[in-house]
C-alpha cells in the first residue's frame, strides 16, 4: 500500500540522451497516487521521452525511475544501476498503461479484441472470462456499439478512445499519455479529453503530456513546465497558469494561449 | 504439329501424366511450405541482437540467393553422391517410400526458397510501423509475445502477395527436378518425348499445364488477398501493395 507520503510514481535526475545530444538532462518528479500531472512544453523540450521512459520503452542514461516501488528498467547492483532483460521490463509494465499520440492499435484486431489481447496473452486469462470486463471498458469509453469494428474503421477519436480502454485492461496503477490528442480532428479531441476527465475524477493516477491547456487547468493537480530537457518550474494547476514563477513559462503560456 | 496428337494428349493424358502432376504439385506445396517456415527462422535470426547469428543468415542468404538453383541440385544431390559425402536412404512413412533424389528435392527447394522468403519476411516485418512494438512492449508483452501476436499476424498480410508469387516460382522450378532423376510432371513428358518423338506437342502441353496451374494458383491467391483485406486500414494495404510491385519486378531467378 502506498502512503500519502509515498509517491506512486518518483523520477530522480533522469538524464537521458540518442547520440550525443541530451534529451533529459535531469528531471525530478513525483506524483501521488490518484494525482494527475501535467507536463508540457514546447517541442523537442523532453516531454515525450520523459513518458517513453517512464514505463522504460527507453532506457535512461543516468538517475532512477519508481513506480509502485518498481525500479523501471533497472536493478540495482553494488549501488550500480544495471539495464534489466526485456522479458523482466515487461513484468514491470503490467502495472502501468500507456496511451500513444498515433493510438498504435493493432489494425488486424477488432476493438474487443484489442482490449483483451494483453490480459489473455500476457496475463494468461481465458477470453470468456474477460470478454464482459471489455466490453464494460468499451462501453465505459462511449464505444459500447463498435466492439467489432476494425480500427481502420473507426475514427480518430473513437480510436484513441479503445486505446484508453485497451490500457485500463491491464488495470494499471498508473496511466501515461503521449500527447494524446495531438493527433486528432478538432471535432473528436473533446470526446477523449471527455474520457480522460472521468478517468480522473474516478482516482486513475495519470500523467499527460499535451498542449490543452484548458483540460490541464480543470483536470491538473500539478503542472511541470519542461524547456530543454529541465524542469522550468512545476506547481499546482491553479498558481501554475494563474501566476507562473518563471518568465520561460510566461512567455511560452502566451505564446499558446 | 500433330493437332490431332495435341488434342487426344490434352484431352486424355496417361496415367503417368497424372501421376507426375500430382508429384510436382505435391512438391510445391511442401517445399514451399518448408521454404516459409525456414524462411521465417532465418528473417529472425537477421534481426537478433546476437552478431554471430545475424551473420550466419546473412551469409545462408548470399550462398544460397547468389548461386543457380540447377546448380544446387546437382551440388546437394548429384555432387554429393560422387564425392562419397552422404547417400540418401530410402525413407519409408507407411505406404510412402521417399528415395534420395526426392529428398534431395525437397531439401533444396526448400533452402533455396527459404532465402528468398526470409527477405521478404524481412522486408514485411520493417514496413510494420514501430508504434505498433511500442504499444505491445507498453501492454507488457514479451518480445516473444509481442512477435507472435502482434508483429507476425500483420507481417503475414502484407507477405501474403510476394508469397503467392513465390509459389509461382516454386511450381515453375519443380521442371528442373527431373535432372537428378525425381518423376515429377516435366520429367515424365520428357520420358514420354524420349518414346514418341512428338516433341513440340508435348512441350506445348508441358506449357499448357503450367499456365493452367500457376493461373488455377493466381485466382486463388487474389480471393485469399481480398479476404484478409477486407478490414485493413488504408496505409497497411497501401505497404502491402507496394511490396507485391516491388516482389513482381524482382521475381527473376
Known amino acids: 500500500m502506498s502512503t500519502r507520503t509515498e509517491p506512486l510514481i518518483r523520477a530522480e535526475n533522469v538524464r537521458k540522451r540518442f547520440g550525443d545530444s541530451w534529451i533529459l538532462r535531469g528531471i525530478s518528479l513525483d506524483v501521488y497516487k490518484g494525482e494527475v500531472l501535467v507536463v508540457i512544453g514546447p517541442s523537442g523540450s523532453g516531454k515525450t521521452t520523459l513518458v517513453r521512459c517512464m514505463n522504460a520503452l527507453e532506457p535512461i542514461d543516468g538517475g532512477r525511475i519508481t513506480i509502485g516501488g518498481r525500479l523501471m528498467g533497472c536493478r540495482e547492483h553494488r549501488g550500480r544501476m544495471a539495464p534489466l532483460p526485456e522479458r523482466l521490463i515487461a513484468r514491470q509494465r503490467r502495472h502501468v498503461g500507456m496511451v500513444f499520440q498515433r493510438f498504435n492499435l493493432f489494425p488486424h484486431m477488432t476493438a474487443l479484441d484489442n482490449v483483451m489481447v494483453a490480459p489473455i496473452r500476457v496475463l494468461g486469462r481465458r477470453a470468456p472470462d474477460i470478454r464482459q470486463e471489455a466490453v464494460d471498458l468499451l462501453e465505459r469509453v462511449g464505444l459500447g456499439s463498435k466492439l467489432d469494428s476494425y480500427p481502420g474503421q473507426l475514427s480518430g477519436g473513437q480510436q484513441q478512445r479503445v486505446a484508453i480502454a485497451r490500457a485500463l485492461a491491464m488495470k494499471p496503477e498508473a496511466l501515461l499519455f503521449d500527447e494524446p490528442t495531438s493527433a486528432l480532428d478538432p471535432e473528436t479531441v473533446g470526446e477523449v479529453l471527455d474520457v480522460m476527465r472521468k478517468l480522473a475524477k474516478s482516482g486513475m493516477t495519470m500523467v499527460v503530456v499535451t498542449h490543452e491547456m484548458a483540460f490541464a487547468r480543470e483536470v491538473a493537480d500539478h503542472v511541470m513546465m519542461l524547456d530543454g530537457g529541465l524542469v522550468v518550474e512545476t506547481a499546482p494547476a491553479e498558481t501554475f497558469f494563474a501566476a507562473p514563477a518563471q518568465a520561460r513559462t510566461q512567455q511560452f503560456l502566451r505564446s499558446i494561449l | ?253
Open chain 2, 1 to 253: 504439329m500433330d493437332t490431332r496428337f495435341l488434342v487426344d494428349f490434352i484431352l486424355n493424358p496417361p496415367a503417368i501424366v497424372w501421376q507426375g502432376l500430382l508429384v510436382t504439385v505435391a512438391i510445391s506445396v511442401v517445399a514451399q511450405a518448408a521454404g516459409v517456415a525456414l524462411g521465417l527462422v532465418v528473417a529472425l535470426a537477421r534481426r537478433s541482437a546476437r552478431r554471430w547469428l545475424r551473420f550466419l543468415a546473412g551469409t545462408y542468404v548470399w550462398v544460397w540467393r547468389g548461386t543457380p538453383l540447377l546448380v544446387q541440385l546437382l551440388l546437394v544431390y548429384t555432387g554429393v553422391a560422387a564425392a562419397g559425402f552422404y547417400r540418401y536412404p530410402d525413407i519409408v512413412l507407411g505406404p510412402l517410400v521417399i528415395a534420395g533424389p526426392m529428398q534431395a528435392a525437397l531439401l533444396t527447394l526448400a533452402c533455396n526458397e527459404a532465402a528468398y522468403m526470409s527477405e521478404i519476411f524481412r522486408s514485411a516485418i520493417q514496413t510494420i510501423d514501430s508504434g505498433q512494438s511500442d504499444a505491445a512492449r507498453a501492454l507488457a508483452m514479451t518480445p516473444a509475445t509481442a512477435f507472435r501476436w502482434i508483429i507476425l499476424p500483420q507481417a503475414f498480410r502484407i507477405v501474403l502477395p510476394p508469397l503467392g508469387n513465390e509459389f509461382t516460382l516454386m511450381i515453375k522450378g519443380t521442371s528442373l527436378l527431373s535432372i537428378i532423376g525425381v518423376r515429377e510432371f516435366f520429367g515424365t513428358l520428357q520420358d514420354i518425348n524420349s518414346a514418341t518423338f512428338r516433341t513440340f506437342e508435348i512441350f506445348l502441353y508441358a506449357a499448357l499445364c503450367y499456365l493452367f496451374l500457376t493461373t488455377v494458383l493466381g485466382f486463388g491467391q487474389r480471393w485469399l488477398e481480398r479476404r484478409m483485406a477486407r478490414h485493413e486500414a488504408p496505409a497497411a494495404k497501401l505497404a502491402a501493395a507496394r511490396l507485391s510491385r516491388r516482389s513482381l519486378l524482382g521475381a527473376q531467378r
